[in-house]
């Protein structure tokens, strides 16, 4: 459970992505996703805007930045259960030039405690966006999606956490457009099924969701193109 007070919001922190082609591509996602499974196990308190930010001495020098732990709803009380996150991401190279850019998606899914089901997101699953109440539709595809866990031991007893998770692909001209929206609305569908962001009647959008996004573009993303 994630609780927003004053738009303060407590968070899965993520570490580095990268989108490349070949073999680099599927090394470096793989790394992307035994990062998501360390991190998931961690929470702290997102009181301001914040990124991560990864430099690959082994790849060129790359540099990856992300936003982190940004949850996109919380009900009236800012109560986010079963958070789910979109973090943009960017991945420039070592003369500052833009190779990749996209949107992490993790999605605490407690199937075995309700009667949701996986999305069980797959390469070219499907995020769309609603901006501008519906004016503008963003659609963008899966690089790679897996269903994830963390284990945690409190008191003597185990609880596991269970995560699906998704990559996808945007360029930044997308960015752009969803981080100059004034309204958002997300439909993630993976193989098994599907979810609308803010979960409606109950949820709402989180107040800082949209301004960070937008302060992401504009500091780490447009300065570069």
């Known amino acids: 459970m994630y609780v927003v007070v004053n738009n303060n919001i407590n968070y899965y922190d993520i570490s580095f992505l990268s989108c490349m082609k070949g073999e680099s591509m599927k090394n470096t996602l793989g790394i992307i996703f035994i990062c998501l499974i360390l991190s998931g196990c961690m929470a702290s308190i997102a009181s301001q805007y914040g990124t991560t930010k990864n430099v690959d001495k082994f790849n060129n020098n790359q540099t990856t930045v992300v936003m982190k732990g940004w949850i996109i709803d919380a009900d009236y009380l800012g109560v986010a259960s079963n958070p789910a996150e979109f973090n943009p991401f960017v991945v420039r190279s070592k003369d500052n030039k833009i190779i990749s850019t996209g949107i992490t998606f993790t999605f605490e899914n407690n199937v075995t405690l309700s009667r949701a089901k996986w999305l069980n997101i797959r390469r070219d699953s499907t995020a769309i966006f609603l901006l501008n109440n519906g004016a503008k539709k963003v659609t963008l595809s899966a690089l790679k999606g897996d269903i994830d866990y963390s284990v945690d031991s409190l008191q003597n ?3 596991s956490t269970h995560f699906d998770k998704g990559i996808f692909k945007a360029t930044p001209q997308q960015l752009e457009q969803i981080a100059n929206s004034n309204s ?13 962001f803010p979960r409606k009647p109950n949820y709402r959008v989180v107040g800082n969701f949209l301004p960070n996004i937008k302060k992401f573009y504009e500091v780490e993303v447009r300065p570069f193109l």
């Open 157 to 159: 007893k185990v609880y």
């Open 184 to 196: 958002i609305e997300v439909r993630v569908s993976g193989s098994s099924s599907s979810i609308d």
